[in-house]
């Protein structure tokens, strides 16, 4: 391990409140549709993103932007839907701009907003997701931008 990849983050959500957390630093990832996997039998559905490093520019203004591979994984999922998404346009990316759960009856309802009213939707029967960045970051032009 070399020293960029001790400051990986690696977190772990069991429930709502840490959701938001992992959701903040989701903000503004991109996504490549054929990066979002759904392992129906292995009940997972897995991310591999684009991250934004946004807790770099809150430890200080100076720094570069900089993004980073990132794996999100969600277990005992039952379910993964989507909506204003061509899954046959594989290599499209969407901008992720917010992840939100509700309690439904037997287990979580997780709905990851994109930019363009794309969503996708998964029911699982808990709240385990991971986390993790992957290797290197890499210097961006730009920090993300929103219209308020």
Known sequence: MNNHEKFNL??????QEDLKVISAYLQDSIVCIKDIIFLKLNRTFIMLVNRFMWEDIEK???????R????IKFEEVT???S???NQKNKNKKLECLAIESTEVDKGYRIKFFFSGDSIITITSE?????????GHPWNVKYA????I
Not at 10 to 15: E, I, M, Q, Y
Not at 126 to 134: A, K, M
């Open 126 to 134: 808990t709240l385990e997701v991971t986390l993790n960045d992957i």
């Open 60 to 66: 200080g203004v100076f720094r570069e932007n900089k």
């Open 10 to 15: 690696k977190l772990l959500g069991r429930n």
């Open 68 to 71: 980073i591979k990132c794996a």
């Open 144 to 147: 993300p931008k929103h219209k």
């Open 79 to 81: 379910k993964a839907e």
């Open 83 to 85: 909506k204003n998404i």
